[in-house]
């Protein structure tokens, strides 16, 4: 609607933007009844130790179970919510999902640790960890599982020293903290020197052609030894094939997820895959003497 202030001052009427302010509020609406709805729902995505051979936590993705549109993957709605509370709200309502679901495997006898991803916004708002401290509070968790929250490195942590801080706070909690798709950012070595994130997550893209391609390759052995360098826990993401993951293993990576080993599943799913992995291909592929 057009407005004039005073003094001739006059906004004039903007359609596009209009239909921008609206658009908005309706995305804002929308994900806050699909909350209450009870709309959405985590898939996780087993993490493996090449090494020790053993599952050793998962990656809880998030998915929107849409009446009209079906089930949506994180990229068909999280670039829409352009409105940080609601954002903030959905981050709470994973943590608080993902805390309830490690609860829930520990009583049957499977202890996971769970990653969960988190918005740069969110770790930065100021009453995080106040709430990070509730949710864990509200679950009488298990000690032996661990939380981590996954930041994407790319998502420019424009104070550094204030996520500092809360990666320390966070892990006076108990609760883990990783670098999620390291290499892709502007500053990936600035913040592996000012950040002491426990984890870093290499991202799929170097691990998917570095096998074809020697840029790749060097990028992968260069983090791998950076990771050892800064004693940094490394995880390799995107690992589709056994090549691939043997490939990671003799050079010094045994942290992997990937389709390879297995897709994002509904919760329900975890304990049977868990009881089933490794089988004989990935028994064996330490012992393997291919050419790689
Ligand atoms: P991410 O945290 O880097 O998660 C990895 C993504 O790669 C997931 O996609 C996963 O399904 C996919 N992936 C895993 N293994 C493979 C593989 O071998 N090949 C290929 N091509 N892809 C693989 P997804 O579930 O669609 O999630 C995409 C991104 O959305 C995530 O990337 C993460 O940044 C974001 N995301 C997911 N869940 C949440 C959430 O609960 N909150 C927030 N803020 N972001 C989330
Ligand atoms: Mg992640
Ligand atoms: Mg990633
Ligand atoms: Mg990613």
């Not at 130790?49 to 849409?66: C, F, N, P, Q």
């Not at 609601?86 to 999902?97: P, S």
């Not at 260069?222 to 800064?230: H, N, R, T, W």
Request: hydrophobic share 45%; glycine share 6%.
């Amino acid at each position: 609607q057009a407005k004039h202030r005073g003094s001739g001052d006059s906004v004039v009427f903007d359609p596009e933007s209009d239909r921008r302010v609206r658009a908005k509020r309706e995305s804002v609406d929308s994900v806050y009844a699909a909350l209450a709805r009870r709309e959405f729902v985590l898939h996780y995505q087993p993490k493996v130790d090449l090494k020790l051979k053993r599952v050793v936590g998962a990656e809880a993705l998030i998915r929107w179970r849409h009446p009209e549109r079906g089930l949506l993957l994180p990229g068909a709605f999280l670039p829409a919510i352009e409105d940080d509370r609601v954002m903030i709200a959905l981050g709470n309502w994973v943590i608080g999902e993902a805390l309830e679901q490690m609860q829930r495997w520990h009583e049957q006898g499977l202890d996971l640790s769970l990653s969960v991803n988190i918005t740069a916004q969110h770790l930065l708002a100021p009453d995080f960890l106040s709430g990070l401290r509730q949710l864990l509070l509200a679950c009488s968790g298990p000690t032996t599982s661990r939380l981590e929250i996954e930041v994407l490195e790319s998502s420019h942590i424009e104070d550094a020293a204030k996520v500092e801080q809360i990666i320390v706070a966070c892990r006076e909690l108990g609760v883990g903290f990783a670098l999620d798709d390291f290499g892709t950012g502007y500053s990936s070595l600035a913040y592996l020197r000012r950040l002491s994130a426990d984890t870093l997550k290499i991202d799929q893209s170097f691990v998917s052609r570095m096998l074809d391609d020697p840029s790749d390759l060097a990028i992968v052995s260069g983090v791998i030894g950076l990771a050892a360098a800064f004693q940094r826990r490394l995880v390799a993401e995107g690992v589709e094939t056994i090549a691939q993951a043997r490939r990671l293993l003799r050079l010094g990576c045994h942290l992997v997820q990937g389709y390879g080993i297995a897709r994002p599943m509904p919760a329900e799913a975890i304990p049977a895959w868990v009881a089933s992995w490794p089988d004989a291909a990935w028994l064996a592929i330490d012992e393997d003497d291919e050419p790689t």
